[in-house]
Protein backbone atom coordinates (compact mmCIF):
# COMPACT_ATOMS: atom_id res chain seq x y z
CA UNK A 1 0.00 0.00 0.00
CA UNK A 2 1.93 3.09 -1.08
CA UNK A 3 0.33 6.94 -0.85
CA UNK A 4 0.95 9.71 -3.12
CA UNK A 5 2.72 11.75 -0.95
CA UNK A 6 2.92 14.67 -3.30
CA UNK A 7 -0.74 14.80 -4.08
CA UNK A 8 -1.50 14.54 -0.26
CA UNK A 9 0.52 17.79 0.22
CA UNK A 10 -1.36 19.19 -2.54
CA UNK A 11 -4.66 18.23 -1.49
CA UNK A 12 -3.98 19.36 2.31
CA UNK A 13 -2.81 22.72 0.78
CA UNK A 14 -6.26 23.77 -0.58
CA UNK A 15 -8.24 22.01 2.41
CA UNK A 16 -5.43 24.05 4.65
CA UNK A 17 -6.40 27.15 2.72
CA UNK A 18 -10.03 27.25 3.97
CA UNK A 19 -8.87 26.87 7.27
CA UNK A 20 -7.49 30.02 6.76
CA UNK A 21 -9.61 31.95 5.43
CA UNK A 22 -11.71 30.63 7.64
CA UNK A 23 -9.81 31.93 11.05
CA UNK A 24 -7.02 33.73 10.05
CA UNK A 25 -5.88 34.80 12.94
CA UNK A 26 -5.27 31.46 14.30
CA UNK A 27 -3.36 30.38 11.12
CA UNK A 28 -1.92 33.41 10.94
CA UNK A 29 -0.14 33.03 14.27
CA UNK A 30 0.86 29.32 13.72
CA UNK A 31 2.52 30.45 10.59
CA UNK A 32 4.27 32.58 12.46
CA UNK A 33 5.44 30.16 14.54
CA UNK A 34 6.30 27.92 11.95
CA UNK A 35 8.58 30.52 10.71
CA UNK A 36 10.07 31.12 14.19
CA UNK A 37 10.78 27.10 15.19
CA UNK A 38 12.14 26.89 11.51
CA UNK A 39 14.48 29.79 11.27
CA UNK A 40 17.94 28.75 11.42
CA UNK A 41 19.79 29.41 14.63
CA UNK A 42 22.18 26.90 16.66
CA UNK A 43 20.44 24.36 14.33
CA UNK A 44 19.77 24.92 10.70
CA UNK A 45 16.90 24.78 8.64
CA UNK A 46 17.98 21.26 7.37
CA UNK A 47 17.87 19.47 10.59
CA UNK A 48 15.21 21.00 12.14
CA UNK A 49 12.72 19.86 9.30
CA UNK A 50 14.72 16.24 9.75
CA UNK A 51 13.84 16.91 13.64
CA UNK A 52 9.90 17.50 12.21
CA UNK A 53 9.82 14.66 10.09
CA UNK A 54 11.02 12.53 12.45
CA UNK A 55 8.35 13.78 15.26
CA UNK A 56 5.43 13.70 12.36
CA UNK A 57 6.47 9.58 12.34
CA UNK A 58 6.59 9.39 15.89
CA UNK A 59 3.01 11.25 16.48
CA UNK A 60 1.61 9.24 13.29
CA UNK A 61 0.93 12.49 11.71
CA UNK A 62 0.65 11.70 7.56
CA UNK A 63 -0.41 15.35 6.30
CA UNK A 64 2.99 16.24 8.87
CA UNK A 65 4.84 13.50 6.51
CA UNK A 66 3.53 15.23 3.60
CA UNK A 67 5.15 18.41 4.36
CA UNK A 68 8.09 17.62 6.25
CA UNK A 69 9.50 15.16 3.95
CA UNK A 70 9.18 18.04 0.86
CA UNK A 71 10.40 20.45 3.30
CA UNK A 72 13.50 18.03 3.48
CA UNK A 73 13.89 17.81 0.06
CA UNK A 74 13.46 21.57 -0.67
CA UNK A 75 16.47 22.20 2.41
CA UNK A 76 18.74 19.42 0.68
CA UNK A 77 18.66 16.65 2.88
CA UNK A 78 20.10 12.95 1.81
CA UNK A 79 18.15 10.09 2.27
CA UNK A 80 21.22 8.99 4.75
CA UNK A 81 19.90 11.86 6.97
CA UNK A 82 16.39 11.06 6.77
CA UNK A 83 17.36 7.31 7.40
CA UNK A 84 19.07 8.15 10.39
CA UNK A 85 15.90 10.48 11.37
CA UNK A 86 13.89 7.42 11.02
CA UNK A 87 15.97 5.49 13.43
CA UNK A 88 15.35 8.08 16.18
CA UNK A 89 11.56 8.43 15.40
CA UNK A 90 11.51 4.41 15.82
CA UNK A 91 13.35 4.65 18.84
CA UNK A 92 10.89 7.70 20.52
CA UNK A 93 8.06 5.74 18.80
CA UNK A 94 9.07 2.62 21.13
CA UNK A 95 10.48 4.52 24.21
CA UNK A 96 7.25 6.63 25.21
CA UNK A 97 5.75 2.91 24.81
CA UNK A 98 7.90 1.10 27.16
CA UNK A 99 7.29 4.14 29.49
CA UNK A 100 3.46 4.21 29.46
CA UNK A 101 3.44 0.19 30.01
CA UNK A 102 5.39 0.19 32.16
CA UNK A 103 2.86 3.03 34.22
CA UNK A 104 -0.11 1.08 32.78
CA UNK A 105 0.80 -2.18 35.15
CA UNK A 106 1.67 0.22 38.29
CA UNK A 107 -1.91 1.24 37.97
CA UNK A 108 -3.40 -2.21 37.19
CA UNK A 109 -1.11 -2.87 40.33
CA UNK A 110 -2.36 -0.26 42.34
CA UNK A 111 -6.23 -0.84 40.97
CA UNK A 112 -5.83 -4.41 41.89
CA UNK A 113 -4.67 -3.72 46.08
CA UNK A 114 -7.36 -1.52 45.94
CA UNK A 115 -10.35 -4.15 45.11
CA UNK A 116 -8.61 -6.74 47.20
CA UNK A 117 -9.34 -4.64 50.08
CA UNK A 118 -6.13 -2.68 50.79
CA UNK A 119 -3.99 -6.18 50.53
CA UNK A 120 -0.41 -5.74 49.43
CA UNK A 121 0.18 -7.74 45.90
CA UNK A 122 2.03 -10.14 45.50
Known amino acids: ???DWPAMAAELSGAIKEVRLGSPE????FSAMARAATEAGALDT???ELMALAISV???????????????????????????AMGMALYMGAGPSLMYAAQAVEAFDQFQVQADGGAAAG
Open 1 to 3: MHK
Open 46 to 48: KTK
Open 26 to 29: VTKA
Open 58 to 84: AIRCDGCVAFHAQAAVKQGASREEVME
